[in-house]
């Protein structure tokens, strides 16, 4: 297993190039759904009622300083998409994707990685497809 000074000295740029653009964080992601009530309430189950609802075909869960929105669609369900979530902890990390799991998605066990820097990581899939990275930073 490759260190993280060995993994950062192999993948990241040096001198770092500058960007183009200030962003304070990503806002969110959205996700089209055909089988949209089945996506609100497994959703639901895992997270807890959406705190964003407009009309019968918009529902919406603050996730850190963004939103996780599912929309109603007509072009079936998201595919070729990962969406990742940040936990304070790898035991937070843990149980979201036992959460996930438990309502009807499925994953593989925890691993220490390096993405970037050091992070627990909790892969899940919900049951439409949609591959959920579940992670963690990890102290060194």
């Known amino acids: 297993a490759m ?3 060995a993994y950062r ?3 990241f740029i040096e001198p770092a190039p500058e960007p183009r653009f200030h962003f304070t964080g990503a806002f969110g992601v959205t996700l089209f759904y055909e ?5 609100v309430a497994f959703y639901t189950q895992v997270l807890g009622p959406p705190a964003y609802v407009e009309g019968e075909d918009t529902h919406g869960w603050p996730i850190g300083s963004g ?4 929309l ?3 072009q079936g369900n998201p595919q070729n998409v990962e969406v990742t979530f940040e936990l304070a902890s790898a035991a937070e ?10 309502a009807g998605g499925k994953g593989v066990p ?3 990685q390096l993405m ?19 992670i963690a930073p990890l102290t060194e």
């Open 116 to 134: 970037y820097r050091p992070i627990r990581s909790c892969p899940a899939t919900d049951p439409f497809g949609v591959a959920l990275m579940i």
């Open 110 to 112: 925890p691993s220490d």
């Open 9 to 11: 000295k192999s993948y």
């Open 72 to 74: 109603q669609s007509r």
């Open 35 to 39: 089988s949209y009530r089945e996506a």
């Open 93 to 102: 990390a843990e149980a979201l994707q036992a959460g996930f799991i438990a």
């Open 67 to 70: 939103w996780l929105t599912l």
């Open 3 to 5: 260190d993280f000074d």
